[in-house]
């Protein structure tokens, strides 16, 4: 057996970091930064300053990415919670909620674009999320926008086999677990629909711990993101600043069998990025390395 760190040999689980935490860097820096720091992949946020998908060349600039994820050995997944990449004036908006169709048209363009780029680039899934229930829209009708609008987005999906996974959100329309399950049912379960669990949000609003989320998760699981986070607030931490006990939550995620990236999601922490890059993936390489070394099956593995 050759000689492998602790957290090499016990964590089958593969950690990326969010270029929306990293936005005061260029997209070639960040990607650099997260390949020598050790990183495994990157959940790549499409915006203005990070492979805009609004900006002509798409396809081109697209290229050039996938040759330096290449070239820099990382993985990806495509996410698209820019704030403000389709409206200058509201935080993701338009959303798929909107009462005007050519603004639900516009967000399900975006999420169009995503999954183009993300077939190009050879990413695990696309990230996207409901939005928020627009006042004085009740909530039988946000649901029934919600799945008309992801309609033409899963086909797309499907065509490119890439992973669409849905962000329950809190304070939006799909913002539970439960909620997911709504929406899978609705759409009548189709295969490429899957789950993006944000851990902190679990830890938020979920009535399960953590860990209990990710087990019942477990058959949806496209995406994870990964933070700190308290009880009833939501604000993304560094690990540390918060609640959560991520030893049990790392291992029921590598019981599972989980093949994507688990994603670090601190947006607000831009300021800082390259320092708070640089001590979370340490912080998550020994919170994978203190629980028992598993088998798919969740039993105790031989070690020798």
Same mark, same amino acid.
């Given at each position: 057996? +050759?000689?492998?760190?602790?957290?090499?040999?016990?964590?089958?689980?593969?950690?990326?970091y969010g270029?929306?935490?990293?936005?005061?860097?260029?997209? !070639?820096?960040?990607?650099?930064?997260l390949?020598?720091?050790?990183?495994?992949?990157?959940?790549? +946020?499409?915006?203005?300053?990070?492979? !805009?998908? @609004?900006?002509?060349?798409?396809?081109?600039?697209?290229?050039?990415?996938?040759h330096?994820?290449?070239a820099?050995?990382?993985?990806?997944? $495509?996410?698209?919670?820019?704030?403000?990449?389709?409206?200058?004036?509201?935080?993701?908006?338009? =959303?798929?909620?909107?009462?005007?169709?050519?603004?639900?048209?516009?967000?399900? !363009?975006?999420?169009?674009?995503? $999954?183009?780029?993300?077939?190009?680039?050879?990413?695990?899934?696309?990230?996207?999320?409901?939005?928020? +229930?627009?006042?004085?829209?009740?909530? !039988?009708?946000?649901?029934?926008?919600?799945?008309?609008?992801?309609?033409?987005?899963?086909?797309?999906?499907?065509?490119?086999d890439?992973p669409?996974?849905?962000?329950?959100?809190?304070?939006?329309?799909?913002?539970?677990l439960?909620?997911?399950?709504?929406?899978?049912?609705?759409?009548?379960?189709?295969?490429?629909?899957?789950?993006?669990?944000?851990?902190?949000?679990?830890?938020?609003?979920?009535?399960?711990?953590?860990?209990?989320?990710?087990?019942?998760a477990?058959?949806?699981?496209?995406?994870?993101q $990964?933070?700190?986070m308290?009880?009833?607030?939501?604000?993304?931490?560094?690990?540390?600043?918060?609640?959560?006990?991520f030893?049990?939550?790392?291992?029921?995620?590598?019981?599972?069998?989980?093949?994507?990236?688990?994603?670090?999601?601190?947006?607000?922490?831009?300021?800082a990025?390259?320092?708070?890059?640089?001590?979370?993936?340490?912080? @998550?390489?020994?919170?994978?390395?203190?629980?028992?070394?598993?088998?798919?099956?969740?039993?105790? =593995?031989?070690?020798?």
């Open positions: 057996m +050759t000689h492998e760190t602790t957290a090499s040999v016990r964590s089958p689980l593969r950690f990326g270029t929306n935490g990293l936005a005061d860097l260029r997209l !070639d820096d960040a990607l650099a930064l390949a020598d720091l050790g990183y495994d992949g990157v959940g790549l +946020t499409l915006d203005h300053m990070h492979l !805009d998908p @609004l900006a002509p060349d798409l396809a081109a600039r697209t290229r050039k990415v996938a330096r994820l290449d820099l050995g990382l993985g990806v997944t $495509v996410e698209t919670g820019a704030r403000y990449v389709l409206d200058p004036r509201r935080k993701h908006g338009p =959303s798929l909620l909107d009462p005007d169709p050519d603004d639900r048209a516009r967000r399900a !363009d975006l999420l169009l674009r995503a $999954v183009r780029v993300a077939a190009d680039l050879g990413a695990h899934a696309v990230h996207c999320f409901s939005g928020i +229930t627009p006042a004085g829209t009740d909530e !039988d009708t946000a649901w029934k926008r919600l799945a008309e609008s992801l309609a033409p987005v899963l086909d797309a999906a499907a065509s490119a890439v669409l996974a849905v962000e329950p959100e809190p304070g939006h329309l799909l913002a539970t439960a909620d997911f399950h709504r929406l899978r049912r609705a759409l009548g379960d189709p295969e490429n629909l899957g789950l993006t669990l944000d851990i902190g949000h679990c830890q938020c609003l979920e009535p399960l711990p953590p860990a209990d989320c990710v087990r019942a477990a058959p949806w699981l496209r995406h994870v $990964v933070e700190d308290r009880r009833g607030v939501h604000e993304h931490l560094p690990f540390g600043d918060g609640e959560i006990d030893p049990p939550v790392l291992e029921a995620l590598a019981a599972t069998g989980y093949q994507g990236l688990t994603v670090v999601e601190l947006p607000r922490h831009s300021h990025g390259p320092h708070f890059a640089e001590r979370s993936l340490p912080f @998550l390489r020994r919170a994978a390395a203190a629980y028992p070394l598993t088998n798919r099956s969740g039993e105790p =593995s031989a070690t020798h």
